[in-house]
């Protein structure tokens, strides 16, 4: 059970040392499809993020319903953040354009933000099941 944690847990923090480079890098790629990188592959790679965060902290179970409830809850979550950005222009200039309220929170509300959020929970679920499914998870 321990092996198993750790080859899970491996996984995890291997995955996330390399989706959190790729998002902060996405910021500044210039080349092909340079807009939507900028713009929406952070959205997909976040969602990305947080449903491997979530799972760190699952304990291994047979009900791989929660591996559904891992990806819908952070969907929901990052949804509710996206709309909560209709009423940052209350929260001063200064916090708002700090690097880790744009890496965490955003810097506006974007309807086109919300179809990225629901490709990166499926990649992000679909990328759980995987780990869950290699390491006996399920």
Known sequence: M????????????????????????????????????KDYSGDVLYEIFWCLFVFWFIRPSKDRSKLRKIAVGVFVTTCMIEISQLWFDLVPVVIRSSFIWRMLLGAGFDWWDF????????????????????????
Do not use: D, M, N, T
């Open 115 to 138: 179809p990225h959020y629901a490709l990166g929970a499926f990649i992000g679920w679909w990328v759980i099941e995987q780990i869950a499914w290699l390491g006996k998870f399920e």
């Open 2 to 37: 321990v092996q198993k944690l750790l080859v899970r847990r491996s996984l995890i923090l291997l995955l996330l040392l390399l989706i959190v480079p790729l998002g902060i890098f996405s910021k500044a790629y210039g080349g092909i499809g340079q807009e939507w990188v």
